[in-house]
């Protein structure tokens, strides 16, 4: 299993096996289904909804417009509260980075939080390589880890598993991982959650270290905060003696003022509730004396760059960066909803996936050329999306950066440009159309041919134009161009106007 699923098939390819799923389209109609009509309920409730959308959306443009100074200040204030603050380039160096502050302390074993940044930068096999075992305790996360499956969701990770497969899963592999699943286990959701959490309270009051991501920085105190719905979030972050946190930099937001704006649109629009269960938020370290506070004696902030340096300075890609990872956009995806999360090839699917994987890891690969593809551009996900990120807008740019050829490889500072595979005749149509339409004679004669041979015409294109066509039939031509019909018609009159 690989944190960024490079070598997958294209897009088309992997969507194709997908769709031929039965039972994971039928897993992924019902939970979409039931989680967006949950949501437009709860955000119905809401009179200014649209006011904190936009609040939202201008917080997060105006830290990402001064990120260097929020940096700093996060910096800054993490360090005066006692924590420690690593900054990593790329996810080798942030691998490495974790490995080594675990290695410190000793252990061999390690609690985590539901992360998509670490699952981006695969922490999890780079921990397992140096001997050091990771123990996902977020249920869904739990479900996906045993499987030896890949997160398929942002915020329901094993969305494309129904209640048997999880009751099988659980019988066969938690024995392998710890207390094994009780005697009899059946299907029903009680007794699922319950040898879950048997299964890992052990794990809780074992592990010396724990690691999480975080949903927030809020740089004026340096505080991180992470917000859940089942309780395992708030023990791996106070139970350990040493937390790590490794978060991408575009998760800061400058004010506690401004915290509040999301702590109202982010439970609505991820899972529909008017106030997420647990928030959890912790400054530095506590103060380490033997029943005073709870928390790490030791915290230590990871910032993770990974591509999002070279997302911002992208002008139309950079409002990928808003993302606070609601999935809103995921529910309401007929494309998600009929293909599932995997075919992605990312830990980041559906709309954002398509547009943040690319900007993340260049377009050099074949999964990654293609995801600016993964649309139908009906705008449900801009519709949704609590910080207005305008992700068709998005795609369609990086399709143009594909064709023209965009980001391939990344080394240090340097960005090497690849030429775009595939688009061959993509490119040579749109230099066709430019040669003819910067030239009147030639269009004109051009649309006559096309008139007067129309019954020749095919309902299909040929070729590579076939993947195009092969569920749309070519808009017929008409029996005479326009101008001739107006020559005709109105005997050029005003033609010029």
């Given at each position: 299993m690989s944190g960024t699923y490079l070598g997958m098939p294209a897009f088309p390819e992997a969507a194709r096996e997908a769709v031929r799923n039965t039972t994971l389209r039928g897993n992924l109609r019902h939970a979409t289904h039931t989680i967006r009509d949950k949501r437009a309920r709860a955000v119905a409730e809401l009179d200014d909804w649209a006011e904190l959308r936009e609040a939202g959306k201008r917080i997060k443009d105006h830290t990402l417009r001064h990120l260097d100074r929020y940096l700093v200040q996060v910096e800054e204030a993490v360090t005066a509260a006692g924590g420690t603050v690593h900054w990593a380039a790329d996810a080798d160096e942030a691998n490495e980075i974790v490995a080594r502050l675990v290695e410190e302390t000793g252990e061999s074993e390690v609690v985590k939080v539901k992360s998509m940044a670490t699952q981006e930068i695969g922490l999890n096999e780079a921990l397992e390589a140096r001997g050091i075992h990771a123990y996902e305790t977020d249920l869904a996360e739990l479900i996906v880890q045993l499987g030896k499956d890949r997160p398929s969701h942002i915020l329901v990770p094993a969305i494309h598993r129904n209640r048997g497969e999880i009751r099988d899963i659980f019988r066969a592999e938690m024995s392998?991982?710890?207390?094994?699943?009780?005697?009899?286990?059946?299907?029903?959701?009680?007794?699922?959650?319950?040898?879950?959490?048997?299964?890992?309270?052990?794990?809780?009051?074992?592990?010396?270290?724990?690691?999480?991501?975080?949903?927030?920085?809020?740089?004026?105190?340096?505080?991180?905060?992470?917000?859940?719905?089942?309780?395992?979030?708030?023990?791996?972050?106070?139970?350990?003696?040493?937390?790590?946190?490794?978060?991408?930099?575009?998760?800061?937001?400058?004010?506690?003022?401004?915290?509040?704006?999301?702590?109202?649109?982010?439970?609505?629009?991820?899972?529909?509730?008017?106030?997420?269960?647990?928030?959890?938020?912790?400054?530095?370290?506590?103060?380490?004396?033997?029943?005073?506070?709870?928390?790490?004696?030791?915290?230590?902030?990871?910032?993770?760059?990974?591509?999002?340096?070279?997302?911002?300075?992208?002008?139309?890609?950079?409002?990928?960066?808003?993302?606070?990872?609601?999935?809103?956009?995921?529910?309401?995806?007929?494309?998600?909803?009929?293909?599932?999360?995997?075919?992605?090839?990312?830990?980041?699917?559906?709309?954002?996936?398509?547009?943040?994987?690319?900007?993340?890891?260049?377009?050099?690969?074949?999964?990654?050329?293609?995801?600016?593809?993964?649309?139908?551009?009906?705008?449900?996900?801009?519709?949704?999306?609590?910080?207005?990120?305008?992700?068709?807008?998005?795609?369609?740019?990086?399709?143009?950066r594909v064709v023209q050829g965009g980001p391939a490889v990344r080394g240090g500072n340097r960005v090497v440009l690849k030429p775009a595979k595939g688009h061959a005749a993509e490119r040579a149509a749109m230099r066709a159309a430019r040669w003819a339409f910067t030239r009147p004679g030639a269009l004109r004669t051009g649309q006559r041919l096309a008139s007067r041979s129309r019954r020749l015409h095919p309902r299909t294109l040929p070729g590579p134009g076939r993947a195009w066509s092969g569920s749309r039939d070519l808009p017929p031509v008409p029996p005479e161009p326009f101008r001739d019909w107006w020559q005709r018609t109105h005997g050029g009159r005003d033609e010029a106007k």
């Open positions: 392998e991982w710890g207390r094994p699943a009780p005697e009899g286990l059946t299907d029903t959701p009680a007794e699922l959650a319950e040898a879950a959490r048997l299964h890992l309270r052990e794990k809780f009051l074992r592990a010396k270290v724990g690691i999480s991501g975080a949903n927030f920085m809020v740089a004026e105190t340096g505080t991180l905060v992470v917000v859940e719905s089942e309780g395992n979030g708030r023990m791996c972050l106070t139970l350990p003696e040493t937390l790590i946190s490794v978060v991408g930099i575009e998760k800061i937001v400058p004010t506690w003022r401004d915290l509040e704006v999301f702590l109202q649109t982010l439970p609505r629009s991820s899972t529909a509730e008017r106030m997420n269960p647990y928030t959890s938020m912790w400054t530095g370290t506590s103060d380490g004396r033997a029943g005073e506070g709870d928390g790490p004696r030791a915290f230590h902030l990871v910032l993770l760059d990974n591509g999002r340096t070279d997302t911002l300075a992208d002008e139309v890609g950079r409002q990928a960066l808003r993302c606070i990872r609601c999935s809103a956009c995921l529910n309401v995806c007929p494309v998600y909803e009929r293909a599932g999360g995997h075919a992605y090839g990312s830990v980041y699917p559906g709309p954002i996936g398509a547009i943040l994987s690319p900007q993340l890891r260049g377009t050099g690969s074949e999964i990654d050329a293609s995801l600016p593809y993964a649309s139908s551009l009906c705008g449900a996900c801009y519709e949704v999306c609590p910080v207005a990120i305008d992700i068709p807008e998005v795609l369609v740019h990086l399709r143009e």
